[in-house]
Structures are given as C-alpha cells and as structure tokens.
C-alpha cells in the first residue's frame, strides 16, 4: 500500500494482559521502525527491522516487550503482562533505505495503548 | 551523552512571518530528520539532512555539520503550519536509532 497502516487505533488493556499492535509498511520499503511517545513530545526508539530480520534492538525492554515482521504478514510489536507506564502512543515507521540523502521515514497513524 | 535539543519551546508567529525553529546536537551524526506532528497526532516526515540544505515549497531546511546544528525555516507562514516540529538525528555508530528532540510547538495566528 502507499501508507503505512497501523491497527488498532486505540487499545485499551488492563493492567497484567498482553497487548499486540500491528504495522503493514508501505510495499517495497525495506525498513520497519518502532517508537514509543509517552506524553505529548518525549519519543523513544524500540526497534528496527531490515524486510523479516531484527536490524536494531537497542531500544527495546526485552523482558515484556517482542517484535516480529514476518513475510506476507503485518509486523507486530507485542507487550506481555502490561504496566501502567507502557500507556503511549505507539508510532510504526517505514522507509526504502537508510544511507541515501532523502530516504525520510513514513509513518502510520499510531496505536494509542492505555493501561488501566 | 547524545543529546538533540531545540529552540525556542514554543513559538506563536503571526501569518505571513519568517520562522526559524533551531536543533542542536553533541556529538557527530548520520542523519538528521526534521518531522511536523499535527495537532490531531499524525506526524510527516519534512526532509532528511546529512549535509547542506534542502528545500520544499516554503520550508528550507539547512545543516551545518561543524557546528552540530540545523535550522528549520518556515517562509511566509500560514495558519496551517501550526503543529509541533520535531528534530530527530542518527548518532554516528548507531544502526538506525533515532535520538529525538522535544519539539517546537509553532502557533500560527490569523
């Protein structure tokens, strides 16, 4: 598709349940990120993925927190046994490469996740 | 530390005024981003820099390498530009992490 779609729009999940969010990237872009906004503007970096395979994890809670992106199939960034603190907005991004000048990031329209 | 910071916080500007929102970074980067989200949450990649300067209908958008600092300009600005303008950059030695500044929320004012 020619945006990057993300489902749900809102998530609602109480405290202790897992909760999985999904990201289809635009076709033909190779790179699938990852970012969490907590309040209005502090953005954090979970993860990356070059096409199926994990390119950059340094910013994921590993113990609760998985991705995947797999072939033919949505990505999806998973939350096991939720806290309070994981309510955010969750940002999928994708783009065709890195390393060119003018490779910008697309992103969907988030997932916002609360955890009563 | 790496760190990205911007200036001013907060800006409100009348239409038709010249804007220029600043980001500053530590240490040497890839890349840098400069984003807009809207008030209702969408955000919209404006350009990607490694150097020099860029431009896109009213937005430019510059880089000086050396003195680890870009500048956003927004040419006779209008109401719609009103959203928050976010610069993110890619610390050299990192694989794809982005570092985000806090943003600039621009009000834009009839």
């Known amino acids: 598709g020619e945006e990057v779609a993300q489902t749900p729009k809102h998530l609602v999940r109480g405290e202790g349940q897992k909760a999985k969010l999904y990201c289809a990237p635009i076709?033909?872009?190779?790179?699938v990120f990852w970012y969490q906004q907590v309040l209005k503007n502090e953005f954090k970096f979970l993860i990356s993925?070059?096409?199926?395979?994990?390119?950059?994890e340094t910013g994921m809670p590993k113990e609760r927190f998985s991705a995947k992106c797999l072939p033919n199939s949505p990505c999806s960034l998973e939350i096991q046994a939720t806290k309070l603190e994981d309510s955010a907005v969750y940002f999928c991004?994708?783009?065709?490469?890195?390393?060119?000048?003018?490779?910008?990031?697309?992103f969907g329209s988030g997932t916002q996740l609360s955890v009563l | 530390k790496n760190e990205v910071e911007q200036s001013p916080q907060n800006l409100t500007a009348q239409e038709g005024e010249f804007i220029t929102i600043n980001c500053s970074y530590s240490?040497?980067?890839?890349?840098l981003h400069w984003l807009q989200q809207h008030p209702g949450g969408g955000i919209v990649s404006l350009f990607m820099?490694?150097?020099g300067k860029k431009k896109h209908g009213r937005l430019i958008a510059t880089i000086n390498i050396q003195e680890k600092h870009s500048s956003l300009h927004i040419t006779a600005s209008h109401p719609r530009d009103s959203a928050v303008y976010i610069c993110?950059?890619?610390?050299?030695?990192?694989?794809?992490?982005?570092?985000f500044g806090t943003g600039t929320r621009l009000q834009v004012t009839l």
């Open positions: 820099l490694s150097s």
């Open positions: 993110a950059v890619r610390f050299t030695g990192t694989a794809s992490k982005l570092t």
């Open positions: 240490v040497g980067i890839s890349a």
């Open positions: 076709k033909g872009h190779s790179y």
């Open positions: 991004a994708s783009s065709p490469g890195l390393r060119r000048s003018g490779e910008k990031l697309f």
């Open positions: 993925f070059q096409n199926e395979n994990v390119f950059d």
